[in-house]
């Protein structure tokens, strides 16, 4: 028998093609129906994040005894861009809660902490929500405010953290019950004196702002956490202390690697749409995807994203392997995510004046597409973070 090119192309096995296959049946489905009834009403699709949680789509990266599927980080970053290839809010739901919570558990958290909160997080009984990016901390992530200090619980009975700042532009907020946040423990310690914590909603002194009104991505949830000498017991601290400055940079290194996917897939659908309308739109007696310029628009827009998805693949394959990949997927998210910007652009154009009216979706795969340039590290941050490595490179030699 001869190779099957259609399935082989990307170097998929087995296991990664039946994960692709089975998400992108999910997608279209129940997830693309319901694309621009949320994107219009703005509404969190808790129905779909019920179903997507009895497939095993909320922990596919996590080991099997703490409730996950057990896929690898390939698989994934699959499913993430068959997602995004219909809905990028759904996908970006599921990427905050799985990359930026159940990871760093995993990665980072103590066997108690696992124990404790992942299986319900892998399962998807529960979501998470990551805190990070605050009013005057988003790029300068180092320069977070939010404090953590030492001290008694409001009973006398035992030792915590009181935390007491706010995050904002927080996915999944006013849908999480397990929440991870940053806050400084060692205040004049720069990056060295921040540290991560683990908590559920209930904790005493924590609650919801409000939520955001936004361009794109308008069925993802975004929230405020507001910390008011929020009482955090002390084994709930993640890792060492000092040490979250260096988890949350790797945690945003897997992230990269979601973004990624998810661009993948804005671009990839806003071409799956350009293809449909061009070979449909009649002008001039005859179909538009016979004139030149509409096939050179495709032609480039379809050279990206194959350019892009190998970038994402080839950090996760570095992931998978062991290797360094922080660089890879600085350059895999940032290419992905000017190239999502692009292809969407090109697809409105191609559809004309349609384009333009929220009749057709690539007006919303534009919208969808311009977070991922700033989101987890803007392309300027991106930029930094390889320039960097490089230079680092030269050096060394």
């Known amino acids: 028998m001869g190779i099957d090119l259609a399935q082989d192309k990307w170097g998929l096995n087995e296991e990664q093609r039946m994960i692709r296959e089975m998400v992108r049946e999910f997608a279209v489905e129940k997830v693309e129906p319901r694309a621009k009834e949320i994107d219009h009403n703005q509404r969190f699709p808790v129905e779909t994040f019920s179903e997507m949680a009895e497939l095993g789509m909320l922990g596919l990266p996590i080991p099997e005894e703490f409730s996950g599927a057990g896929a690898d980080y390939l698989s994934y970053a699959v499913a993430i861009e068959e997602l995004a290839r219909v809905c990028a809010s759904t996908a970006l739901g599921v990427a905050a809660h799985t990359s930026l919570v159940c990871m760093p558990l995993f990665l980072f958290g103590d066997q108690a902490q696992k124990e404790k909160y992942l299986p319900d997080l892998a399962s998807g009984k529960v979501l998470g929500a990551y805190g990070l990016t605050e009013p005057n901390a988003g790029s300068d992530s180092g ?20 935390l007491n700042g706010n995050k904002i532009f927080i996915t999944n907020a006013n849908y999480a019950s397990t929440f991870i946040a940053t806050a400084v423990t060692s205040p004049g310690m720069g990056t060295k004196g921040i540290s991560a914590f683990v908590f559920p909603k209930e904790t005493k002194g924590f609650s919801l702002g409000g939520k955001d009104e936004k361009l794109g991505m308008r069925g993802s949830d975004w929230g405020t956490l507001q910390f008011d000498h929020a009482e955090i017991p002390n084994e709930n601290l993640i890792g060492e202390e ?54 050179f628009k495709l032609a480039d827009m379809a050279m990206e994203i194959e350019a892009a998805r190998l970038l994402v693949y080839n950090a996760a394959q570095l992931k998978l392997a062991g290797r360094p990949f922080g660089r890879e997927a600085a350059m895999a998210k940032l290419y992905s995510s000017e190239v999502a910007m692009r292809a969407a652009n090109e697809a409105i154009q191609i ?37 960097r490595s490089i230079l680092s490179d030269v050096s060394s030699v």
């Open 351 to 387: 559809h004309g004046g349609y384009g333009y009216t929220k009749d057709f979706p690539v007006e919303r795969y534009l919208r969808d597409a311009k977070l991922c340039e700033i989101g987890e590290g803007t392309s300027e941050i991106q930029r930094t973070v390889i320039a």
């Open 242 to 295: 000092g040490k979250g400055f260096k988890y949350f940079m790797q945690t945003l290194d897997n992230g990269r690697i979601s973004i990624g996917a998810l661009a993948v897939g804005i671009a990839q659908g806003a071409l799956d749409k350009a293809l449909k309308y061009a070979k449909e739109r009649r002008q001039f007696g005859k179909s538009i995807s016979e004139f030149q310029i509409i096939q």
């Open 143 to 162: 320069g977070t405010q939010t404090t953590a200090l030492k001290g008694k619980s409001t009973d006398g009975k035992s030792d915590c953290y009181h």
